[in-house]
């Protein structure tokens, strides 16, 4: 078992050394194991292993989020060695800087979910899964939201959003609330803001109250940064059941763990720090709920197996418990047994994000082909089956500039500024694939729901257009294209059904250009499997 | 939803036009006139061909079209404001369940389905910017949302470009329907079911360019309709209708005059006078009336009590909608306001609520007795405590 602090100075370096755990008590032989008996109890058909070509590809979109270029994939093919899908995989954890990119990028839509973007959340994010920060640091950091620490000052980001008022409405601090038990506690509160629950017996009105009681507390500070302050707290907060409509009171609480005590002051000594009106500084309150909460968040029952479920679901495609904001006793996760396990070792392994990416990674159920023979059904909670999983917009923007033989840095990724003053921006290929491929804000970008916009996109729009124009090469043959685009070989019937259809064309450019077109907007292509 | 009746309901060839006057039209000025008196203004009143009935001068030809409508008077809501009002109206404001409700359009796109048009369910004519608004569709999931078209025009990237011929376009669509097949085998056909339908969607519209192109009418309807931005749109939500599509929502924006109301309202309400009774007569001329429900309504209305700058405010406590088409008794009444337009008739009025199981009894749904489901928690359809209005269902 690896340490906390080893696992840190591993990180710390530019190699991530694969020390393959592949003995019987690994945590990815644990896994396998669970899955299979769950599978053998009820005689589930599983798929085999994904060939080569599969495994890569989805390999390469889950932790470097592009596509494989085409030197690499032959080169994975043509590799002999047995142990050549751990090296993949360690090289892919190693490459710290795609690695990042790509962590970030799924984080920032996991948890922002498209409300808006900010330079200061994105690089603290980046360089968060550039030292593999743990994940109840990065909580911590996100929870307390400490403005005067300059280095993680963009983690208030989350809050901050989320604050913004829009029209008349009022700041949304049930929002907050709301989006905290989410994500962070696998708990959806939203229906347990003016009662008890209706339907989820677990969750209570004081759960929500006592999140909503630190959080309605804060303030939004007008900063060039993302910064929130907290007012003072002497009381606790005052709530009422519009059932019940008994009166009672609750102090800053997280849910499973006691109330924690409201610290009064004399008048004059609430603060370690006053208030500078005329610098317009904000106070240091001594009672902070919200350092509180930052201490104890990790303590909370699900706050471990919350975040290893959603890990499991980045690379999955399903969570084992769904929805993955409704941890309750009454929804069972589909693999009991499993969630355990996750949540222990995530704890024991010092909620090392990478660590437990790679032990999914290193799982025979990770590594499913995506197709089952004849009719086989597999429901897709036995994970006897790869999914066909959603592919970002950052997935798919940097995956077709790649397919099309490019390189981000030789398309028009950016805007371009008007040239007259009144002028609109000319939108780049960044900004056209979000607006395609990207759900609106406050969508959970979960499930494969392509939009009639992307269709239109992909069908009309110029710079794909000419990004398909410059992939053009009349010598391009079927091969060429396929491990391009679909990052590998065509099968027999492929060949000769395709190979006859670019042989017997009369203009070859155009031919392949379709070609090329409708194997990018083919499921094959959009979808990560 | 039993899956013998919805199978029944899927049956239904109903229609929607839904007209959402934004800002709050005026009941004094339009529908539920009070001439001569403290709060009346300075319009007149006309006849209608509903006896005893008078509207407002400044909707001669709704007079003319009475008979066909069903006039609530007596709307009594509960919120004041636009932000919070709006989308408690669209939504049917029903009790709290702690789950956002779907706009009226949404619910309907799903209830009774995309029809057979091949367009897109729920499509909204706006000014503005257009796009794809999965919000209007709450819990029941963003496929159910608004393809909303701005200011009428066709959508972003609509048009081919010109390196692609018609054929080339075809080919390639076909050539991407045959990988995509390919490797649908042997998986879960969801999500090769998903990307097939909107390419074809987007297909469909876009062999229906024509929908969007007004000027190609002849210039008797444009004349009718009036040559305004909201007659435009309404002739481009008639074009949506003839195609097929299940429901088209027209938004009017601009109603919400705090000052120069009166002024704000003889400008505002002959250009909705001549698009809404184009539409109406043109629906009853194809014979759509039978099968089209037809709605228009603010969010709420405006105060009897006239401000300092000659202005109405915001009144929930007493307005005016209506309705005509479908399932509906043409040229009724119901409700009433006092002889100021202060109150309400009856106690309560009606809210919203009963309007919305009013208009799923209209189209044949049964909102008393069929519920929602938001997956497995089952919801009423609209308030659990009101009653459709029971006079005006035919």
């Known amino acids: 078992m690896i340490t906390r602090y080893v696992c840190a100075a591993l990180a710390c370096g530019y190699l991530w050394i694969g020390i393959g755990f592949s003995g019987e008590g690994s945590v990815h032989d644990k896994i396998d194991a669970l899955i299979d008996a769950a599978n053998s109890k009820v005689e589930q058909p599983v798929a085999g292993l994904a060939d080569d070509a599969e495994f890569f590809r989805r390999v390469n979109l889950d932790f470097a989020g592009v596509i494989p270029t085409v030197g690499e994939t032959q080169s994975f093919l043509a590799d002999k060695s047995p142990d050549k899908r751990v090296k993949a995989i360690d090289r892919l954890l190693g490459d710290t800087k795609t690695y990042a990119r790509r962590m970030r990028e799924a984080f920032h839509v996991h948890l922002m979910e498209r409300r808006g973007e900010n330079e200061l959340w994105q690089s603290w994010l980046e360089n968060s899964f550039a030292e593999n920060k743990p994940w109840d640091q990065m909580t911590r950091e996100i929870i307390r939201a400490d403005f005067r620490d300059e280095p993680n000052r963009g983690a208030a980001f989350f809050y901050t959003k989320r604050m913004e008022k829009s029209g008349q409405n009022p700041t949304d601090y049930p929002g907050v609330t709301r989006d905290v038990g989410r994500l962070f506690l696998g708990m959806d509160l939203q229906c347990a803001e003016c009662h008890n629950h209706r339907l989820i017996d677990d969750y209570n009105q004081v759960d929500f109250q006592g999140l909503f009681a630190a959080f309605s507390n804060l303030t939004l500070l007008r900063e060039e940064y993302p910064a929130v302050e907290e007012k003072l707290m002497n009381t606790k907060l005052e709530y009422s059941s519009v059932f019940t409509g008994k009166s009672r009171e609750v102090a800053p609480k997280l849910p499973g763990l006691n109330e924690i005590e409201v610290a009064v002051f004399e008048k004059g000594e609430e603060y370690n720090q006053a208030p500078d009106r005329k610098t317009k500084t904000p106070g240091i309150p001594k009672f902070s709920p919200l350092t509180e909460f930052a201490k104890q968040m990790a303590g909370t029952p699900n706050f471990s197996k919350n975040i290893a479920n959603r890990l499991w679901f980045l690379l999955m495609g399903r ?10 006793s009454e929804n069972l996760p589909s693999h009991p047994e499993l969630m355990e396990l996750l949540g222990q070792e995530f704890i024991t392994h010092g909620h090392d994000i990478k660590w437990l990416l790679r032990e999914i990674a290193l799982t025979k159920v990770y590594q499913r082909a995506s197709t089952l023979s004849g009719d086989e059904i597999a429901p897709p909670e036995r994970f006897a089956v790869a999914l066909q999983r959603r592919l970002s917009a950052e997935q798919l923007l940097w995956s077709t500039i790649r397919a099309t033989g490019h390189r981000p840095d030789d398309v028009q990724l950016d805007n371009i500024e008007p040239e007259e003053e009144d002028g609109d921006e000319i939108p780049g290929l960044r900004e056209r694939f979000y607006e395609a491929m990207a759900n609106e804000p406050k969508l959970p970008e979960h499930e494969f729901s392509p939009s009639m916009k992307s269709a239109l996109f992909m069908m009309n729009d110029t710079e794909v257009l000419k990004l398909l124009d410059q992939i053009v090469d009349e010598k391009a043959t079927l091969d060429g294209l396929y491990l391009q685009i679909f990052s590998r070989l065509p099968i027999a019937a492929e060949t000769a059904e395709w190979g006859k259809y670019l042989n017997e064309t009369e203009n070859r450019k155009t031919a392949v250009r379709d070609l090329a077109w409708a194997m990018l907007t083919s499921t094959e292509f959009v979808v990560n499997h | 939803m039993h899956p013998a009746i919805a199978n029944e309901i899927a049956k239904n060839n109903k229609q929607v036009l839904f007209v959402w006057l934004d800002g709050g039209m005026s009941q004094l000025e339009s529908w539920d006139p009070k001439p001569n008196t403290r709060f009346g203004g300075p319009f007149r009143t006309i006849p209608t061909t509903i006896p005893g009935v008078h509207f407002s001068e400044l909707l001669p030809r709704m007079a003319k079209l009475a008979d066909k409508l069903s006039i609530v008077r007596n709307m009594h809501t509960q919120d004041n404001s636009h932000s919070a009002g709006v989308p408690r109206m669209l939504r049917g404001d029903p009790a709290n369940r702690g789950v956002t409700y779907p706009y009226f359009g949404s619910a309907v796109s799903k209830i009774l389905g995309p029809g057979e048009s091949g367009l897109p369910p729920y499509v909204w ?3 503005g910017s257009g796009g794809f608004k999965p919000e209007n569709a709450g819990f029941l999931g963003p496929k159910y949302g608004a393809i909303a078209f701005g200011d009428g025009k066709r959508p972003e990237n609509f048009t081919r470009p010109d390196a692609i011929s018609p054929e080339q376009d075809e080919l390639r669509n076909e050539l991407r329907r045959r990988f995509s097949d390919r490797f649908a085998k042997g998986r879960r056909p969801t999500a090769n079911e998903a990307q097939s339908y909107v390419y074809d969607m987007a297909r469909t519209l876009m062999a229906r360019a024509d929908l969007f192109d007004t000027t190609t009418l002849p210039a008797r309807d444009l004349d009718r309709y009036g040559r305004t931005e909201l007659g435009q749109h309404m002739l481009v939500a008639r074009n949506m209708l003839e195609a097929g599509v299940r429901f ?12 120069d109301h009166f002024n704000g309202s003889a400008s505002l309400i002959p250009k909705f006078d001549a698009a809404f009774a ?44 209506v309705m005509a088409g479908t399932g509906l008794v043409p040229g009724a009444v119901i409700g009433a306001t006092d002889a100021e337009g202060i109150y309400v008739d009856s106690p309560h009025g009606n809210d919203i609520g009963a309007v919305f199981h009013t208009w799923y009894h209209a189209l044949g749904i049964d909102s008393m007795n069929e519920e929602f489901y938001n997956a497995d928690q089952p919801l009423p359809m609209a308030h659990h405590e009101m009653e459709p209005i029971r006079e005006v269902l035919a």
Request: no cysteine; proline share 6%.
């Open chain 1, 319 to 328: 969570g084992i418990v769904e929805p993955m904001d409704q941890f309750h």
């Open chain 2, 125 to 127: 004519i706006k000014p």
């Open chain 2, 248 to 259: 088209v929502q027209v938004t009017s924006y601009g109603w919400d005059t705090h000052g």
């Open chain 2, 278 to 321: 184009s539409m109406i007569e043109d629906l009853d001329d194809r014979g759509m009336l039978d099968n089209t429900l037809v709605i228009a309504m603010s969010e709420f209305g405006r105060t009897p009590r006239i401000n300092g700058h000659h202005g109405r405010d915001h009144y929930p406590e007493a307005w005016s909608m």
